[in-house]
Every structure is written in structure tokens, then in C-alpha cells.
């Protein structure tokens, strides 16, 4: 069974950078067909998609974040992370990590970590 | 970007009712649309993908449909424990949520 655990700090200030690691426990981060992606929902609000790193360690971004947003990936330590500079209270939210993995047409986030919330405040 | 625009944004109905929600794409994705079911506090849960097929262990009161740019995700006989927020999702391109439906019980 494929385990995901987001962690990192809860607090950050802002124009500082948000760091986040997803950790995945039951499976190799690097077999498979499997992209890697982090997902935030702010409080009462939707879903956002910000990137993903695929096995190879190519990297897809959200247009909107783009700019900001680095993702990586660790095989040593079966961890992938999440880097977002610059940030402001908008990017306060719960931060997920979630597997992308191929169905039969496409993809779909078929496991996710439980969620992290980052709070952007002086 | 493509859009998704899911309908209605909440809906109350009774146990046992037939529910039904709606999500139109900006474009043709095909049959390139999931279904996730998000509990409070919660993660959300895949239901459905590629736009009609049931997720191992999912009951079958769940079912979705449609192709192109119109979809529908459909509860047969709502339960208590259907009490969520139901996203759908694209990835005909880069990955994009529809807003949400609240599933409340009259």
C-alpha cells in the first residue's frame, strides 16, 4: 500500500520561500509510470493543481505559478519536494502531495499525503 | 488552460435521492475526466476515472458519464456517508479541478 506524508514548516513569512517534502512509504518514487504532484486547497476553497515531477524527473507547472514554483525529486530518499518562492497570504493553504498514475485513457490522483497547512503571515 | 465548470456549488437532498452533478469542459478532453469525493479535513478520495469507470472499491451507487465537454457524476441512492465536497478533474492537458459541489442531506 503506497503512503504519501507531506511535511515542512507550518509558519512562513512573507516573500520568504514555502519548502515542502512528500515522503512515499510502500513503493519506489522512481518504478513505474507515475507522475508526482502537489495540489493545495486554501481554506473553504477549491482544489489548485501547482506541478508534478515524472520518474524520469521531468517537471510540468501550473501557468499561474510557474514562475515561483521549483519541484525536485530525492530517489535516495524516496521524497519529493516542493519549493515556492515569494510567497504571499494567498498562498496560505493546505498543501498536498498526491501519485498521478496511468489509467487506461490517461491519469488520475489515485494516492495523496493527508495534507499540510502553511500559513503565510508575519 | 482548459476550464472546468462543475454545477451546481452545493445541493442538499434526502437519503435515497438520485443526485446528480454536472461538470462542462472549455474544450474536448475526450474521455480524460476523473471524479474525487473530499470528506472534511480530509483528503480528497478517486471515485471515477476516465470519465466512467468505478475505482476498485468505490460501491456502485457511484457511476459517471459523458464524453467531449460534458460530463455527469451521478449518486443512485444518497447515503449519509455520501456527505462531501465532489471535485472533477482534467487531464487532457495540465491537470485542472472543477470548483467543487457540496453534497449536504436535506
Known amino acids: 500500500q503506497v503512503q504519501l506524508q507531506e511535511s515542512g514548516p507550518g509558519l512562513v513569512k512573507p516573500s520568504q520561500t514555502l519548502s515542502l517534502t512528500c515522503t512515499v512509504s510502500?513503493?519506489?518514487?522512481?518504478?513505474?509510470?507515475?507522475?508526482w504532484s502537489w495540489i493545495r486547497q486554501p481554506a473553504g476553497k477549491g482544489l489548485e493543481w501547482i506541478g508534478r515531477i515524472y520518474t524520469s524527473g521531468s517537471t510540468n507547472y501550473n501557468p499561474s505559478l510557474k514562475s515561483r514554483v521549483t519541484i525536485s525529486v530525492d530517489t535516495s530518499k524516496n521524497q519529493f519536494s516542493l519549493k515556492l518562492s515569494s510567497v504571499t497570504a494567498a498562498d496560505t493553504a493546505v498543501y498536498y502531495c498526491?501519485?498521478?498514475?496511468?489509467?487506461?485513457?490517461?491519469?488520475?490522483?489515485?494516492?495523496w499525503g493527508q495534507g499540510t497547512l502553511v500559513t503565510v503571515s508575519s | 488552460d482548459i476550464q472546468m465548470t462543475q454545477s451546481p456549488s452545493s445541493l442538499s437532498a434526502s437519503v435515497g435521492d438520485r443526485v446528480t452533478i454536472t461538470c462542462q469542459a472549455s474544450?474536448?478532453?475526450?474521455?480524460?475526466l476523473n471524479w474525487y469525493q473530499q470528506k472534511p479535513g480530509k483528503a480528497p478520495k478517486l471515485l471515477i476515472y476516465?470519465?466512467?469507470n468505478l475505482e476498485t472499491g468505490v460501491p456502485s451507487r457511484f457511476s459517471g458519464s459523458g464524453s467531449g465537454t460534458d460530463f455527469t457524476f451521478t449518486i443512485s441512492s444518497l447515503q449519509p456517508e455520501d456527505i462531501a465536497t465532489y471535485y472533477c478533474q482534467q487531464y487532457d492537458n495540465l491537470p485542472t479541478f472543477g470548483g467543487g459541489t457540496k453534497v449536504e442531506i436535506k
Open positions: 510502500g513503493g519506489s518514487i522512481s518504478s513505474g509510470s507515475y507522475y
Open positions: 498526491a501519485r498521478e498514475a496511468e489509467s487506461i485513457g490517461g491519469y488520475s490522483f489515485d494516492y
Open positions: 476516465d470519465a466512467s
Open positions: 474544450q474536448d478532453i475526450s474521455n480524460y
